[in-house]
């Protein structure tokens, strides 16, 4: 188990248990997809140490909708992500 999720500190940003297992979940997704790159360089393949890196350093959080938004995205680029599913990140 990563030790990052024994902590309080990523629970509380993205506002508790469940949400942190939802963002989780759908950022796994999405990584899992042909040609999605992550947010953040990590040298791992850990695809879970990725996504718990990204939560951490504020590259993405669930929207009002429950959807993976990222926070270095203009809300336009999001939009046209989620209708083209697109899930690079690349702007």
């Given amino acids: 188990m990563h030790d990052e999720l024994k902590e309080e500190t990523i629970v509380n ?8 297992s939802t963002l ?4 796994m997704v999405e990584l899992n997809r ?6 953040v360089d990590l040298r791992t393949h850990d695809k879970m140490a990725i996504v718990i890196q990204e ?6 959080y669930l929207d009002n909708s ?7 995205v203009s ?4 939009a046209r992500q989620a209708m ?4 690079s990140g690349d702007v």
């Fill in 34 to 39: 042909p040609g999605a790159k992550p947010l």
């Fill in 66 to 72: 429950g959807a993976v938004a990222r926070s270095n």
């Fill in 55 to 60: 939560i951490l350093q504020d590259k993405i």
């Fill in 75 to 78: 809300a336009t680029e999001q």
């Fill in 24 to 27: 989780i979940q759908k950022r």
């Fill in 13 to 20: 940003k993205v506002g508790g248990q469940f949400k942190l």
């Fill in 84 to 87: 083209l599913g697109d899930v």
